[in-house]
């Protein structure tokens, strides 16, 4: 898929959901699709989330070397709830991200998961999925994607305090070293449990981007 950071953090216009990704607009499906296909347009899910209080703030779609499938194509959509504020580098929170197409390849998805802000350039990271919701092409789909999302973001909430309790934990000088030998030992050694690698445990700490050394690994956020 394109990839899109969006660096102020703030919620897209429609008409900038358009310019990133112009499949999750389309009017009507893909020509090669048949009589029998529901067509629902991702921009009716989209309005009505926006009207039950939802912010989307990261469009993108996939790529296809077939002319004319452009704006047709399978697009991810990441929405959060419109209270959410301004978010400082750390902070975690709950979105729901809604996956679909018009070009047969895609039912309706919804992922609920928890991402965080890892830098001031706006980057996201996923810290963990939460569940998912499967939605056909049929019956009424639009009030299902958004019963769905409400759901879903009730179940991140409840996983959100939890992650909070954990980033509050501080690791010990020796439990950070067995932290990052268990992560040496898992990443790089073979099925005998060799490992051959330059690389050692100790620079597994020490987060390569930055001003300053800080250790690489928080707990309650999986190592990446």
Not at 10 to 36: C, H, N, V, Y
Not at 120 to 144: L, P, R
Request: contains cysteine; hydrophobic residues 40%; glycine residues 8%.
């Amino acid at each position: 898929m394109h990839s899109f950071i969006n660096k102020n953090q703030t919620p897209l216009t429609l008409e900038e959901i358009g310019q990133r990704a112009p499949s999750a607009l389309a009017t009507r499906p893909f020509d090669a699709m048949s009589a029998k296909y529901g067509f629902v347009p991702t921009i009716s899910v989209i309005q009505t989330m926006i009207a039950a209080g939802f912010k989307l703030f990261s469009p993108t779609q996939s790529r296809t070397r077939i002319v004319g499938k452009g704006d047709f194509t399978k697009h991810l959509l990441r929405f959060r709830r419109a209270d959410v504020g301004p978010l400082v580098i750390g902070d975690v929170i709950p979105e729901v991200v809604l996956i679909n197409s018009h070009d047969g390849t895609s039912a309706y998805k919804l992922i609920a998961g928890l991402y965080r802000l890892l830098c001031s350039n706006g980057m996201m990271v996923s810290d963990a999925e939460i569940d998912a919701i499967n939605i056909t092409h049929k019956g009424n789909i639009v009030q299902d994607v958004l019963d769905g999302s409400h759901r879903l973001i009730a179940d991140t909430q409840k996983s959100l305090g939890t992650v909070q309790n954990w980033t509050r934990l501080q690791l010990t000088d020796g439990e950070q070293h067995a932290f990052a030998e268990s992560a040496h030992t898992l990443r790089f050694a073979d099925s005998e449990g060799n490992v051959t690698t330059p690389i050692t445990p100790d620079q597994l700490l020490v987060r390569a981007r930055g001003n300053a050394p800080q250790p690489a690994f928080q707990p309650g956020f999986r190592a990446r």
